[in-house]
């Protein structure tokens, strides 16, 4: 036994430095591991530092607001009218009211037509601040910025009434299609799709 004591007791010395080998060892795998570990605040400050003052911003809202004062005007209206009746897709101004101008940007439904083999076509006239609007091959316009609409199918180009131009830093574009005819309550359901993009001058 007094052997065994003075054998571990003349060891110590090694046991010792083997432990203290083994501890430095553990603390230096350690110390890379936690070095090579991603972190998660990290991350997040390289993705925030990585995007530009002015980022774009998607609101529910029909403006798009976008970097370098680039903006885009998106106005969507359904309107179920009878004949007879007219919808606003953009509201005059009271001044624009009292000179008595042509509106803005107004749709009225004529009539609804029906055709022999039971289709029905809707007859509008657009008033677009007095500018001429053009129509697709399957559209028949009758007379000035007046239309007979079929229903819209996959082919939307051909069977709407759109406008588009270009003005320097801006584009203007605008699309009118004929969802459905209710035959029975003599109504239209017209969609109107209207977006305006607006961007800085190049010098």
């Given at each position: 036994?007094s052997?065994l004591?003075?054998?571990l ?6 046991l ?6 083994v501890?430095a ?6 110390a890379?591991?936690?070095?090579q570990?991603p972190?998660?605040y990290?991350?997040v400050?390289?993705q925030?530092?990585a995007?530009?003052?002015?980022g774009i ?9 976008m970097v ?9 209206k359904i309107?179920r009218?009878a ?11 009271p001044r624009r009211?009292a000179l008595?101008?042509?509106p ?5 439904l ?5 055709m022999?083999d039971?289709?029905?076509l809707?007859?509008i ?6 500018t ?7 559209v028949?316009?009758?007379?000035f910025?007046e ?5 819209a199918?996959?082919d ?8 588009y ?10 699309r ?7 035959m029975?309550?003599d109504?239209?359901?017209i969609?109107v799709?209207?977006v305006?993009?607006?961007w800085?001058?190049t010098?």
């Open positions: 036994m052997s004591i003075d054998s007791l003349s060891d110590t010395p090694r010792a430095g083997l432990l203290i080998a501890l060892m553990v603390v230096a795998i350690a890379y591991w936690l070095r570990r972190s998660v990290a991350g400050n390289r925030a530092a995007q530009p003052a002015g911003i998607y609101r529910d809202t029909p403006t798009v607001r370098d004062s680039q903006r885009i005007d998106r106005t969507r309107a009218l004949p007879g009746e007219f919808v606003d897709v953009q509201e005059d101004s009211i008595n101008v042509s803005r940007f107004r749709i009225t004529k009539r609804v037509v029906r022999e039971g289709t029905s809707a007859h006239a657009v008033d677009f601040g007095g001429t609007v053009s129509c697709g091959p399957l028949e316009e009758i007379a910025n239309f007979v609409l079929p229903r199918a996959r939307e180009p051909r069977n709407s009434v759109f406008h131009q270009e003005n320097g830093d801006s584009l203007d574009f605008m009118i299609k004929l969802r459905g005819v209710d029975d309550a109504i239209a359901e969609d799709w209207q305006s993009g607006h800085p001058a010098e």
